[in-house]
C-alpha cells in the first residue's frame, strides 16, 4: 500500500497524475507507475523515483484524458516492474482493456487466482492486485460500476482501487474498505486519490469516502454508492493544501479518526514485509542480532505498555531475557549492564525528551546495541540508534496515542520473530501462519471496531462515574493498563489496571455497585482463572464489563455486561482487545464533553523532562 491518484478531464492528466504521486512521496515506496486510458491502454513504471518515471514518460510522449497511477511499497511480490502497478488485464483479443491500481491486501488472492487460471488468465506478476484486474475483466458486462460492485464482494481484506477500461473512457470507479480514498472535484474534471495531499494545488474541494462506498467517476458527474449498491451523498469539504494531510474528513476529532485508521496504520506498518528477515531493521541488522543475549525496552506512557506486551512475546517466543523500564526512571538509577544487550527505544514522535535521555545514559554504560521504534523517520531517536524500524502510522494528532500503540505493537511482533527465527525457534510452517495473522490483521479491527455502537451505550454509564477498575492477566495485563490510562487522559475518570490475580491483595477492597470493572477477556490459557477472578467482583458487588472472544463463553447476566469480539486471535490478540478500549475511553469523554483531542495539562509529544 502507498499512493493512489486517478482522473478524468478535458486535459491532458499526465503531469497531474505525476505531481499527484510526487506529493505522496513522503510515504515511502520502491516502484511507481502511470496508466491513461486513450485509443487503447498505455502506461509507464519504474523501481526508481518519481522523477525517472515522469523523464521515462516524456521521452514516450504518451497523454490522455484519463489515468490512474500509483506508488507502491511491496508486500505480495519482490519490487520489481512487473509488480509495479497499474497492472492490466487482456481480453479475448489479446488487448488491454482493464487497468488497476490497488493500497492494502486482498486476502482471498489465492483463491481468486486459482479459479482465474483455471479460466485461462494469464499472470505477469506475483500480487495480490492483478488477481483483481482480471477479476474485473472477467466479471465485466459492459458497465464498469456495476461490474465493480460486483467484484469488491468478491474480496476480502483490505483495500482502496481505481479501475478504468478501454471501452469507457472518460470514467474511473473507485472503492474503498478500510484504506482510504478521497475523491476531489473540479470543473468538468474531477479526481479520485488515497491522500487529499496528493490533489494540492489541482483541487481543494474534497469527498471523504466510507467504508464500503464504490464511487463513479465522469468528466462532469460523481456518484457514490454504498455498500448495499445504494447511491449516498457524502458531504464536499474544503481543504486547504497545507492540511490536506491532518484534515478531519467525517470524524469529529482527531482520536476517533486515528482509532480508525489502525487497519491502515497497520497495514502501512507491513509493507515490504515478506519474512522475518534482520534487514527489516536495518543493514547492520543480522549482525547485531547475532550478538545479543537478552533485550532491554525503555520508554514512557502508552510506549511503555507496548514494550511490557512485547516483554511476553520476546521471552515465550524468541526465547530472550527481557527487562522493560520507564525511561524517566531508568535514566537516574544505576543498573547493572550486559554489554550483549539490545536496548530497544520506542516513542511516537522519536523526540521524547525521558527516553532520548535514557538512550543516552545507556550507551554512556557500555550498551553497544540499540534500535527505535517510531513513527519518524527524520527524529532525533532514529538517528541516534544504530538499528531502527519506522511504524508507518502516519500523522498522529490527537494526545491519547492509538494507532501509534498498534502500530508499535506490530513492530515488536515483527522483532520477536525475527529474532525467534534466527535463534531456530521458528519453523517455516510458523513464519507461514504468523505472516497470514498479520496480513488479516486489518481485516479484522475492521471487525472490532464494528462493535463501536454498543460501546457507546456502555460509555453512557461510565460516564457518570468517577473510578473505574481495569483487569487483564498475561500477555493482556499491560492492555488493561494501556486502557486504563486511555480513559484517565481524555475522560478524567480516575482509573486502575491491576493483573486479575492481584485481586485479593488489594484493590478488591474498592469494589462496590460504583466501581466498573473493565475485564479483557481472551480465550487463551488463563480464562478459567480469569473467570474466578471474575466471580470474586461479582461477590462483592461489583459491576463487570468484560471483553470477551467469541468462543470464551462468558454470558451477559446480572451485573455482567458482556461484548463479544470476532474471534481469538492468539499472540496478536493484544492487538485487537485494546481498540474496544480506546473506543471507550473516546465515547466516554465524548458524553462527559471533555476537550477529547487536547486535554487538560497534557501535551502530544513530551520533549521536556
Request: charged fraction near 20%; charge should be negative; aromatic fraction near 6%.
Amino acid at each position: 500500500m502507498c499512493g493512489i491518484v486517478g482522473a478524468v478531464a478535458q486535459r491532458d492528466i499526465v503531469p497531474i497524475l505525476l505531481e499527484g504521486l510526487r506529493r505522496l512521496e513522503y510515504r515511502g515506496y520502491d516502484s511507481c507507475g502511470v496508466a491513461v486510458n486513450a485509443n487503447g491502454l498505455k502506461r509507464a513504471r519504474s523501481v526508481a523515483r518519481v522523477a525517472e518515471l515522469q523523464a521515462q514518460v516524456s521521452e514516450s510522449g504518451f497523454a490522455g484524458n484519463t489515468g490512474i497511477a500509483h506508488t507502491r511499497w511491496a508486500t505480495h511480490g519482490a519490487p520489481a516492474t512487473n509488480n509495479a502497478h497499474p497492472h492490466f488485464s487482456m481480453n479475448k483479443s489479446g488487448d488491454h482493456c482493464v487497468g488497476l491500481v490497488h493500497n492494502g491486501i486482498i486476502e482471498n488472492y489465492e483463491e481468486i487466482r486459482r479459479e482465474l487460471k483455471e479460466l485461462g488468465y494469464v499472470f505477469e506478476s506475483q500480487t495480490d492486485t492483478e488477481a483483481v484486474a482480471h477479476l474485473v475483466n472477467h466479471l465485466y458486462d459492459g458497465d464498469l460500476l456495476r461490474t465493480v460492485q460486483k467484484t469488491v464482494k468478491r474480496l476480502h481484506g483490505a483495500f482502496a482501487i481505481a479501475i478504468f477500461h478501454k471501452d469507457e473512457p472518460h470514467r474511473v470507479v473507485g472503492a474503498r474498505l478500510g484504506c482510504p480514498l478521497i475523491v476531489g472535484l473540479g470543473e468538468g474534471e474531477n479526481f479520485v486519490a488515497s491522500d487529499a495531499m496528493a490533489l494540492a494545488g489541482t483541487t481543494d474541494q474534497i469527498i471523504y469516502l466510507e467504508d464500503g462506498d464504490v464511487v463513479d467517476v465522469q468528466l462532469n458527474a460523481v456518484q457514490i454508492y454504498d455498500s448495499h449498491d445504494q447511491p449516498v451523498e457524502r458531504a464536499v469539504q474544503t481543504v486547504h493544501a497545507y492540511s490536506g494531510a491532518i484534515d478531519l474528513g467525517p470524524y469529529r476529532h482527531y482520536m476517533q479518526k486515528e482509532i480508525f485508521e489502525q487497519p491502515r496504520a497497520i497495514s502501512d506498518t507491513l509493507e515490504g514485509v515478506h519474512g522475518f528477515v534482520p534487514e527489516l531493521f536495518g543493514k547492520d541488522a543480522a549482525k547485531v542480532f547475532n550478538d545479543i543475549d537478552s533485550v532491554l525496552i525503555l520508554a514512557c506512557g502508552t510506549s511503555y505498555y507496548s514494550g511490557m506486551t512485547a516483554r511476553y512475546w520476546l521471552e515465550a517466543v524468541a526465547g530472550l531475557p527481557t527487562s522493560v523500564e520507564i525511561a524517566s526512571e531508568y535514566r537516574y538509577r544505576v543498573p547493572a549492564v550486559n554489554p550483549s544487550t539490545l536496548v530497544v527505544v520506542i516513542s511516537q514522535s522519536g523526540e521524547t525528551a525521558d527516553t532520548l535521555a535514557a538512550l543516552k545514559y545507556a550507551k554512556e554504560l557500555g550498551h553497544r546495541h540499540t534500535l527505535a521504534i517510531c513513527n519518524s523517520g527524520t527524529s532525533a531517536m532514529v538517528r541516534e540508534t544504530e538499528l531502527s524500524y519506522l511504524t508507518r502510522a502516519g500523522a498522529e494528532i490527537g494526545v491519547a496515542s492509538t494507532k501509534a500503540f498498534t502500530t508499535q505493537l506490530t513492530a515488536l511482533f515483527l522483532l520477536t520473530l525475527t529474532l525467534a527465527k534466527l535463534r531456530g525457534r521458528l519453523s517455516d510452517d510458523q513464519e507461514r501462519d504468523h505472516l497470514k495473522n498479520l496480513r488479516h490483521l486489518p481485516a479484522a479491527l475492521q471487525s472490532v471496531l464494528a462493535q463501536e455502537p454498543h460501546i457507546i451505550a456502555w460509555a453512557d454509564a461510565f460516564a457518570r462515574k468517577e473510578h473505574a477498575l481495569f483487569l487483564g492477566r498475561g500477555l493482556h495485563y499491560p492492555i488493561a493498563l494501556e486502557g486504563a490510562l486511555k480513559l484517565k487522559e481524555i475522560s478524567y475518570i480516575h482509573a486502575e489496571a491491576y493483573p486479575a490475580g492481584e485481586l485479593k491483595h488489594g484493590p478488591l477492597a474498592l469494589v462496590t455497585e460504583e466501581m466498573p470493572v473493565v475485564t479483557v477477556a481472551p480465550n487463551d490459557t488463563l480464562i478459567e482463572k480469569l473467570k474466578s477472578n471474575m466471580q470474586e467482583v461479582r461477590a462483592r458487588g461489583g459491576q463487570l464489563y468484560v471483553f470477551a472472544d467469541a468462543d470464551s463463553r462468558i454470558s451477559p447476566s446480572e451485573g455482567v455486561h458482556v461484548i463479544r469480539l470476532p474471534e481469538h486471535y492468539g499472540l496478536l490478540s493484544p492487538i485487537l482487545h485494546v481498540v474496544p478500549l480506546q473506543l471507550l475511553a473516546y465515547h466516554t469523554a465524548l458524553a462527559r464533553g471533555t476537550d477529547v483531542d487536547k486535554p487538560r495539562n497534557l501535551a502530544k509529544s513530551v520533549t521536556v523532562e
